[in-house]
C-alpha cells in the first residue's frame, strides 16, 4: 500500500501534494543545517570575543610591565648614580684620611723643629733596636747630649734664635750619624742617640767629632753670628742590659761632663759595655 508521502508509483498520478511535501521537507532541512550553521558562528565569535579579551587584558599587563619596567630603570639608573657620586666621594673621604693618618704619624713621629725623631716615637725605635741586638749579642752605645748654657742664648738673643740655634744643631746631629743611628729629641734642648753595633771607643771618637762640629759651627741671626757647645754622655750596653739603664748611665755621665766644665764627652765605664 502506498502513502501519500511516498514518491508515486509507476502509473500513479504525480501529486502536487507529494511535491510540496518534498520542497518544504528540504526546506527544513536546510533550516536545520542553518541552524548549525548559526550555532557555530555564534560559538566561533564567542570563542573570538574570548580571545579579543584575553589578548586586551594580556596586552595591558604587558603594557603594565613595560610601564614598571622603565620606572624600575629609572629608578635604578638613579641609584647608580648616586652610588657613583657615593663612591667618588668616599674614595676622597678616604684619601683624606689616609692624608691625615700620615700626617698625623709624622707629627708624632717627626719634631717640627729640629726635623729629628720625637721622644716617643726615638723611644720605640731605640727599644727596637735594643732587643735587636740582644738576639744578635750586638752591643750598642746611648748618647746623651745637651747644649751648654742653652738659657743664656734664649736670655740674651731672645727665644726664637735658641730655636734656630736647635734647628741647626738637629740639622748637624742627622747628618754626622750613619744611616741606621737613631737620633732624636729628648726634651728641651737635651737629644738622645743610639748607635747600634758600635764600640765605646768609635763611640767616643763619633761624639767627639759632634762636638768639635759644633763648637765650630756659627748660626747666622739677625746679623751676628751665635755659636753653642754641647755635653755628651755615653753609656755602652751589651743589648741584655734594659734600654732605660743605659740611659740613665749615659744621662749620668752627661751630669758629670757638665761638672767638669760642659763642651765635652764622658763616657760611663761602670755599666755593661
Ligand atoms: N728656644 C728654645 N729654648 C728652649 C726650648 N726648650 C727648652 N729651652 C730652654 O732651654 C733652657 C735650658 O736651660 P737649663 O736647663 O737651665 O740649662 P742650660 O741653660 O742649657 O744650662 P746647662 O744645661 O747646665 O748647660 C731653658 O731656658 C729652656 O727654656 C725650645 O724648644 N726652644
Known sequence: MSSELDPPQAGEAYSLYFQEEAVIRQAETMIGKLDE??????????AYRLGYRETARLVRISDRMQLDLHEANRTLTAQAEDLKRLNGTLRKEIERREQLEQELRRIASV?????????????ELAEHEQRRSARHGKGLVVLMMDLDHFKRINDRFGHAAGDQLLRD????LRSSLRKGDIAGRFGG?????????????TAEAIANRLCD????????????????????GLAGTDGDEPLDRAISRADQALYEAKSAGRDRVLVARSGPG
Open 37 to 46: 550553521v548559526s550555532d557555530g558562528v555564534r560559538t566561533l565569535a564567542d
Open 111 to 123: 719634631d717640627e723643629l729640629t726635623g729629628t725623631h720625637t721622644r716617643r716615637h726615638l723611644l
Open 169 to 172: 744643631f738637629g740639622a748637624l
Open 189 to 201: 734642648e737635651e737629644f738622645l742617640a743610639v748607635l747600634p753595633e758600635t764600640d765605646l771607643d
Open 213 to 232: 762640629r759644633v763648637r765650630e759651627g756659627r748660626t747666622q741671626w739677625t746679623g751676628q753670628f751665635l755659636s753653642v757647645t754641647v755635653s755628651i
